[in-house]
């Protein structure tokens, strides 16, 4: 019996299971429905957009730290004759880029022990050379034997301002 005598046993209409259905009759109890997830490539476009931002940052950071106003160092320390247990001398050198501009620095005095025993917020008006030498009496809680500089800043807090 030749293949083209024998009758499909399906209604009509109803397609062939070895043929392809369009798109829109897929059924989806066999392939499942078409996932609503988004796609790694939001994961990924959002990772290196915050890697940007945060790479962006850093520089600026890293640009504003590494480049200050305002520069200090010591040069040199003494001890108030007859109040040697409650006041160090810090002779702090300052280094300005602008001095037209209001700075200050923070200095701080240490015991043998490396503990900190006294800490002294200095303002430098502004006017005068671009490096000044300044004596500066830290009042400490004990002997001090070191000092050094925190740190400073031309942006100059409330309790300092003039």
């Not at 504003?64 to 050198?93: C, H, K, M, N, Y």
């Not at 700075?103 to 430098?124: Q, W």
Request: aromatic content about 6%; overall charge negative.
């Amino acid at each position: 019996m030749s293949s083209s005598n024998v009758q499909d046993p399906r209604p009509a209409g109803v397609p062939d299971e070895n043929t392809t259905a369009p798109a829109s009759r897929v059924r989806p109890d066999r392939y499942g429905t078409k996932s609503t997830r988004p796609t790694g490539k939001l994961l990924v476009i959002g990772i290196v957009g915050m890697l940007v931002v945060a790479l962006a940052y850093i520089i600026v950071q890293v640009n504003r730290v590494s480049d200050p106003d305002v520069t200090a160092s010591q040069a040199g320390w003494a001890r108030e004759e007859g109040r040697e247990d409650d006041v160090f001398i810090f002779t702090l050198d300052v280094t300005r880029e602008d001095p037209s501009v209001d700075s200050y620095c923070i200095i701080y005095a240490l015991d043998y022990n490396v503990a900190e025993v006294g800490r002294r917020e200095v303002f430098i008006p502004a006017g005068g050379a671009s490096t000044v030498r300044m004596d500066i009496p830290i009042h400490t809680r004990g002997e001090a034997v070191a000092g050094d500089v925190y740190g400073c800043s031309t942006t100059i807090p409330a309790h300092l301002a003039p």
